[in-house]
T-cell receptor, first 113, second 111 residues
């Protein structure tokens, strides 16, 4: 049982490049989330999903897109990478909207240069 | 004012010491409260929920003061393995969409 798996773990992008951060969970959770964590800061919600085919914006969605074609997968796409998107990205999942803990992946460290 | 505020520390304490962290929140309608632990360069993990009556889990005690809008975490008999960043987390409306994380308090337990 792998839990929440994120790939890649590290990535360096050039300004203007695009990439997709992958997230998969094998717990059959309906709810999935993408957060970013800047140095010395708390996590901020980028996007979330309440089930396959349903996504919605969080606190900081600008510059990102998501899709949820299956229960298991919740990829996050950066279309035109900007230095402000340098951060650590965490994907999480939960059974219900109020379920704690949320199960987090190991994170993706992304640098935009 | 930040929605959730924590003293960033760092708190450097000797093994065996008792240390307390406080966290204040701005939304008086907040319903659920948690402490998460985050090790260096790792993902956050739930340490404990915080209940109105206060709750204890081994060496850890969490308290909630709704009137003053603050949450506390007390760690007794600190261990080296307690070294981490402790995140105060508030759920304003019972919805994880509005889960708000504090920026964390860094604890280092020294031998």
């Amino acid at each position: 049982n792998a839990g929440v798996t994120q790939t890649p773990k590290f990535r360096i992008l050039k300004i203007g490049q695009s990439m997709t951060l992958q997230c998969a969970q094998d717990m059959n959770h309906n709810y999935m989330y993408w957060y970013r964590q800047d140095p010395g800061m708390g996590l901020k919600l980028i996007y979330y999903s309440v089930g396959a085919g349903i996504t919605d914006k969080g606190e900081v969605p600008n510059g990102y897109n998501v899709s949820r074609s299956t229960t298991e997968d919740f990829p996050l796409r950066l279309e035109l990478a900007a230095p402000s998107q340098t951060s650590v990205y965490f994907c999480a999942s939960s059974w219900t909207e109020t379920d704690q803990p949320q199960h987090f992946g190991d994170g993706t460290r992304l640098s935009i240069l | 004012r930040k929605e959730v505020e924590q003293d960033p520390g760092p708190f450097n304490v000797p093994e065996g010491a008792t240390v307390a962290f406080n966290c204040t929140y701005s939304n008086s309608a907040s319903q659920s409260f948690f402490w998460y632990r985050q090790d260096c360069r790792k993902e956050p993990k739930l340490l404990m929920s915080v209940y109105s009556s206060g709750n204890e889990d081994g060496r850890f005690t969490a308290q909630l003061n709704r009137a003053s809008q603050y949450i506390s975490l007390l760690i007794r008999d600190s261990k080296l393995s307690d070294s981490a960043t402790y995140l105060c987390v508030v759920m304003p409306s019972g919805s994880a969409r509005q889960l708000t994380f504090g920026s964390g308090t860094q604890l280092t337990v020294l031998p």
